[in-house]
C-alpha cells in the first residue's frame, strides 16, 4: 500500500545515523529533523487517507475506497501499522536508554502504555465484530442467491424476505440492548429461518442464522467500547508551547493516532456497547500532522451522530448500503404478485446486483482486515515488551552512574 512506500528508507535513516554517533552525543538538529520527518510522515498518510471521498449510494462506481468502507479501513490499519513502527525508531533507536526515564517521557510513556492495554481489548472486540459483518454478508448471500434466478417465483421471494428481514432485524438492533442476555433479546423471526420444510437449502440457512451479536461476546459482559475510547482520552493533552518539538510530541502524535484509529474502527464495526462514543476529542489543529485526522474525525463524528439516533449495526461503507437494498427488496417482495412489472424486476435485478457486489467486497476484504487487526494487536504488544525491558534496563544501569 502507498503509506509503506516511505517506510524503510525513514528506518534506515534512522538506523545508519545513530549508529554513526554514540546515544550520549547525539545531534540534537538530527533529532529534530528525524521529529520532523516523522510528523511529515504522519500528515501525509492522513491525507490520503482524508482524499477518499465520501459515500455515495447512487454511484458507487465513482471510487473503490470510500470513506470507512472495508478498503479505507486495511489502509487506516496500515497506517497505523506504520507510525508504530516508525514511533519506535524515533523513541528507542540508538537512544540511551536512561533518557527514557527523565521528564518528559517518565510520565508520557506509562500513559502511552496505558493506552496501549486499552487498544487491545479494542482489537479483540472489532475482530469479533468483523465475524457479525461476515454473518450479514450469508444472509445477503442467500437473498442473491434467491432473486438471481428469473423469473421469481413465490418461494424464492419468501426465501430471499426472510434472509432480508433477518439482515434488518440484526442491524436495527441497539448496541446497548444486545450487550446483554443476547438470546433473549431477537425476535422469533431472526431463529425461524430454515425451521420449516425439508428444500435443499434448510440446513445452509440455519447455519448462517444465528444471534447477529453472539460472536463478539470476545470481551467481559459489562466491558464498554464506548467508555474504553473516553478512558483513551483521558490525560491525551498536547505539549505546552505552540508548535510542539522533543521527545513529548512523538509519544503525544502516536497516543493521538492510536487513539483516531481504534475510535474509527469501533465507529465502523460492530462492538459492545457503543452509546455514548465520542463524537470528538481534542487534537492541535494548527498542527501540519494533525490538520487531515481532524477533518476525519469531524466527519465520522458527524456520520455517528446521525446513525446513533436510530440505532445501528456501525458506519461500515457497505454495512449501510445493504440496509439501504434490503429495505428496498423486502419492500418489492410485500407487493409481488407472480410474473411481476417488467421494470420493476429490471430494477431489482440491478438491486441484486450490486448487492452482490457488496457481497463480493466483503468476501474479499474483510479476512485481511481481521489479520490486520491482529497484526496490530501482536505488534502492541511487542512494542509495550520492548520499551518495559528498556525501562526495566535502564533502571539497573542507571544507580551506577552517580
Known amino acids: 500500500m502507498p503509506a509503506t512506500e516511505n517506510q524503510p528508507s525513514f528506518l534506515g535513516r534512522i538506523s545508519i545515523r545513530r549508529n554513526q554517533v554514540s546515544a550520549m552525543d547525539m545531534n540534537h538538529e538530527q533529532e529534530l529533523e528525524d521529529l520532523e520527518l516523522f510528523q511529515r510522515h504522519v500528515a501525509d498518510r492522513f491525507v490520503e487517507l482524508s482524499s477518499s471521498p465520501q459515500s455515495d449510494h447512487h454511484h458507487q462506481q465513482q471510487s473503490s475506497e470510500p470513506l470507512l468502507s472495508v478498503g479505507w479501513l486495511r489502509k487506516l490499519v496500515d497506517v497505523f501499522l506504520c507510525c508504530e513502527a516508525e514511533f519506535k525508531a524515533v523513541l528507542i533507536m540508538g537512544r540511551d536508554p536512561s533518557q527514557i526515564t527523565k521528564p518528559p517521557l517518565d510520565k508520557l510513556l506509562p500513559e502511552l502504555h496505558e493506552r496501549a492495554v486499552k487498544a487491545l481489548d479494542i482489537c479483540n472486540a472489532v475482530s469479533?465484530?468483523?465475524d457479525?459483518?461476515?454473518?450479514?454478508?450469508?444472509?445477503?448471500?442467500?437473498?442473491?442467491?434467491?432473486?438471481?434466478?428469473?423469473?421469481y417465483g413465490d418461494g424464492q421471494i419468501k426465501r430471499a424476505k426472510r434472509a432480508l428481514s433477518c439482515l434488518l432485524t440484526a442491524l436495527a438492533i441497539e448496541d446497548k440492548e444486545s450487550s446483554h442476555n443476547h438470546h433473549h433479546k431477537y425476535p422469533e423471526r431472526a431463529w425461524s429461518f430454515g425451521k420449516r420444510g425439508g428444500n435443499s437449502h434448510a440446513g445452509k440457512d440455519r447455519a448462517v442464522v444465528v444471534p447477529f451479536r453472539s460472536l463478539t461476546m470476545v470481551v467481559a459482559k459489562n466491558w464498554s467500547a464506548a467508555k474504553q475510547i473516553q478512558a483513551m482520552c483521558n490525560n491525551l493533552?498536547?505539549?505546552?508551547?505552540?508548535?510542539?518539538?522533543?521527545?513529548?510530541?512523538?509519544?503525544?502524535?502516536?497516543g493521538a493516532v492510536m487513539v483516531f484509529v481504534m475510535w474509527a474502527l469501533v465507529a465502523a464495526i460492530p462492538c459492545q456497547e457503543r452509546n455514548g462514543l465520542p463524537t470528538h476529542f481534542q487534537m492541535p489543529r494548527q498542527t501540519v500532522w494533525a490538520q487531515s485526522l481532524v477533518g476525519l474525525q469531524e466527519k465520522i463524528g458527524e456520520e455517528w451522530k446521525k446513525k446513533e439516533k436510530k440505532g445501528c449495526a456501525g458506519l461500515l461503507e457497505e454495512m449501510q448500503r445493504m440496509e439501504k437494498l434490503a429495505q428496498s427488496l423486502i419492500e418489492f417482495a410485500d407487493g409481488y404478485q407472480f410474473p411481476g412489472e417488467e421494470g420493476k424486476v429490471d430494477e431489482v435485478a440491478a438491486q441484486v446486483e450490486e448487492l452482490a457486489e457488496i457481497c463480493r467486497r466483503l468476501e474479499e476484504g474483510l479476512v485481511p482486515l481481521q489479520l490486520q487487526i491482529r497484526e496490530v494487536f501482536h505488534r502492541i504488544v511487542r512494542s509495550r515488551t520492548e520499551v518495559l525491558d528498556l525501562l526495566e534496563n535502564a533502571g539497573k544501569v542507571t544507580p551506577t552512574i552517580g
Open 237 to 254: 493533552v498536547a505539549p505546552r508551547g505552540g508548535e510542539p518539538t522533543g521527545v513529548a510530541s512523538p509519544v503525544y502524535m502516536m
Open 132 to 151: 457479525s459483518v461476515r454473518q450479514c454478508q450469508k444472509l445477503a448471500e442467500i437473498a442473491v442467491s434467491a432473486l438471481e434466478q428469473k423469473p
Open 128 to 130: 469479533g465484530g468483523v
